[in-house]
């Protein structure tokens, strides 16, 4: 029987114990050996999947290894170097003038403030949030990728819709220690289990604290629509 804990808070520490007890060492899945590689490597896994963005910074990394390299790079070539990336052309775009903003304006370093992170063209609050925590373990909010969006609300713990706002209403119901590794626990139950299109109700640990559990219930709460 799903139903959800009495507050949001509740429902939060019980989802979280739950998980972490799933999921003991889950972290970012992108490969990364810098801060730069870790800003490149986010920038690429918008709307990609991380095995994709991997598989392609392998020889990337080893082609462009400082802000400078890509800073100077020409766009037509990056953009074929990263080629079976999605919207691999604007992201080479975004890429070499966010270098150049950094060669300029930072002494080619990764800022590591959400204000200079943001200002870099094509870097949103989710880029800027995970650059800041795995690269500068500086944890200034919510990563909210779409898993997290997903999960959220179909675990009742927010009625929120966008990204942005999802992260403003979950701060302060989700403890500050737990805002990193949040994120990481719903990719991995949304991968594993809480997929987007069927997910694993019956094999799923949230499945009694859950108001979406298709055993059930009617309604996917996070699109609002009836389970097929
Ligand atoms: S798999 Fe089902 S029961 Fe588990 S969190 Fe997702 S919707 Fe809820």
Redesign the pocket.
Known sequence: M?TRLDSREAQVDEVLDRLYEEYPDTTISLNFSNRLELLIAVMLSAQCTDERVNKETEHLFEKYETVEDYAEADVDELSEDIGSITYHNSKADYIVSSAQTMRDEHGGEVPDTMDELTDLKGVGRKTANVVLQHGHDVVEGIVVDTHVQR?SR??GITEEETPEKIETDLMPVVPEEDWQQLTHLFISHGRA??TARN???AD?V??DV?P???LDHDVDLASGETWD
């Open positions: 799903g999960l179909r675990l289990t809480c997910p694993d109700c799923c949230l499945e859950c979406s559990s298709k």
